[in-house]
């Protein structure tokens, strides 16, 4: 296909093997938006997002402003760059309409949902905690509504009973990395979104991290799966905090309180069957096997956990 000049405007891991595949297609990437430096490490130095440090490597242009929806100066520059496209993966900064327009093909989105399933901030984890069978990609063209474009092409991945965020995340990447590179290429009519079927995936926090033993250990098991690596799960233990790296749901071998340790294994009674306990952290050290961190932290059988 006939190169097109681009931007690109992304900011995390998971837009970073569609940068490189557009720019080893031998797309024109004019310039690369992304989140701007932030601080970070015990000396809060000012560290680039994932997608700046891959740019620099391809010796591509970046500009990370603060904002865009009131900066007129700067939609002046993204409009001056004439552009055939633009091309957003989890940018974190929301488009004004005069930037959706200015590119002649538009702005696409590659999305980690099968829309309109989860639109928002956190689809890879809503579809996990949800229980779905499968989630996917879908390249939309975006509007000014949150996720609400009509789309261009999709293409989904299983999830299995063990899977977590890192893994599903990391499949999302590269599918959408492959199906920008066909959308660019073909063109394909857009379709709009069902209007049935919407759910929203919100913003993730670290309370939502808290485990709490009156659900069900599936769902302690899910939320486990989604939140690992951020914002973590964890529990609360005689004023300390314990995060739960890896767990897996059991039967519950008899009748307890929710939160009750059962054995030293551990596994620990839920609203409907059990969590044995498989990996743990305290704060300040590092993850360790189940067995191994109990020799160094007492959590005895009978306790109930808050």
Not at 58 to 77: F, I, K, S
Not at 212 to 239: K, Y
Request: proline content about 10%; charged content about 20%; hydrophobic content about 45%.
């Amino acid at each position: 296909m006939t190169p097109l000049r681009l931007a690109f405007m992304g900011s995390p891991d998971f837009a970073v093997p569609a940068l490189r595949a557009l720019h080893g297609a031998g797309h024109e990437v004019a310039a690369v938006y992304t989140q701007p430096p932030r601080p970070s490490g015990r000396g809060h130095k000012e560290t680039p997002c994932a997608v700046h440090r891959a740019a620099l490597e391809l010796g591509l242009p970046v500009r990370h402003p603060a904002r865009l929806r009131r900066d007129e100066a700067e939609q002046a520059a993204f409009a001056a760059l004439d552009l055939d496209v633009a091309v957003v993966a989890a940018y974190g900064l929301i488009l004004p309409a005069a930037m959706l327009r200015a590119p002649r093909r538009g702005c696409l989105n590659i999305h980690a949902s099968l829309l309109p399933r989860w639109r928002g901030a956190g689809p890879i984890q809503a579809a996990i905690l949800a229980g779905d069978a499968e989630t996917g990609v879908t390249i939309m063209q975006m509007e000014e509504g949150l996720d609400t474009g009509p789309m261009l092409l999709a293409d989904r991945v299983s999830i299995g009973p063990r899977d977590g965020t890192p893994a599903i995340h990391d499949a999302l990447a590269e599918m959408g990395a492959r199906l920008i590179l066909s959308a660019l290429e073909e063109n394909p009519p857009a379709q709009p979104q069902p209007e049935e079927g919407v759910t929203y995936a919100p913003k993730l926090s670290k309370e939502d991290g808290r485990l709490h033993w009156g659900e069900s250990a599936s769902a302690l098991d899910r939320r486990i799966r989604a939140l690992n690596p951020w914002p973590g799960t964890f529990f609360t233990h005689s004023g300390e905090t314990v995060r739960v790296l890896d767990a897996m749901p059991e039967p519950l071998p008899a009748p307890a309180a929710p939160g009750t340790v059962l054995d030293d294994a551990p596994r620990i009674a839920c609203g409907e069957g059990a969590l044995r306990l498989l990996r743990l952290q305290r704060a300040g050290r590092g993850a360790m096997e189940a067995g191994a961190f109990l020799r160094g932290y007492a959590l005895p059988t009978g306790t109930v956990l808050g």
